[in-house]
């Protein structure tokens, strides 16, 4: 039933998690394709073949040990090995459906199905999308703009984040898509916005059934 689906966007592209699993045969052809000796280790080490799936995939091994903190894991595993993933898969030239859950953040993924895989969302979906003004590039800001592992901007992720709202505007009509600006303040970002963005709220109440 309409509406099935309300995202808000805003100036981060997101978590990008590594795959839960992978198909066998894919993963044998990714490992292949990497020639890291690092990336080879990462990727041997935190997937671990299940023969009893059929057909066998590859599975993502659970954090343990120091690997329970979170930036630790972060730093040292995903984002590296996530690195070393999307190299070979776009390398490989995947089709579009393979590549998303190398790729993407988990935010564009759900997009995708919500949006970019049904033959007309125009009347399903709402799309607000954030802007913040005089956004610094520094680790001040960390909370509200992709940053790497070594605290610079990651601006592979800004231009998938700026691609995504760029094939938005192109998808969605404008009576579903709703865009506004905040101002970035020495302690964080306006809120003047807040009064502004309850408009939508009519927009939902003239597009959603009674």
Known sequence: PRINMIAILGDRYGWRPLPV???????????????????RSLLSHWYRLDENSIPPVYILQPRKGKFK?????????????????????????FP???QLKYITSATEQEIFKGVFSQPDPVESAIFCI??????????????????????????????????????????????????YDAVWKSDGISTDHINHFCQASIVIDKISPP
């Open 21 to 39: 699993e992978i198909p066998a045969t894919e993963f044998e052809i990714i490992f292949q394709r990497i020639t890291s000796g690092i990336g």
């Open 69 to 93: 903190d979170y930036q630790l894991w972060k730093k040292k595993v995903e984002q590296p090995l996530r690195a070393y993933l999307t190299e070979a898969v776009l390398d490989l030239d």
């Open 96 to 98: 579009l459906e393979i």
């Open 130 to 179: 954030r802007s913040i003004r005089n956004l610094p590039r520094t680790l001040h800001a960390e909370e509200f703009i992709d940053m790497d592992i070594h605290g610079e901007i990651d601006f592979e992720a800004q231009s998938r984040l700026q691609n995504l709202k760029d094939r938005l505007f192109d998808r969605i009509s404008s009576k579903n898509l709703y865009s």
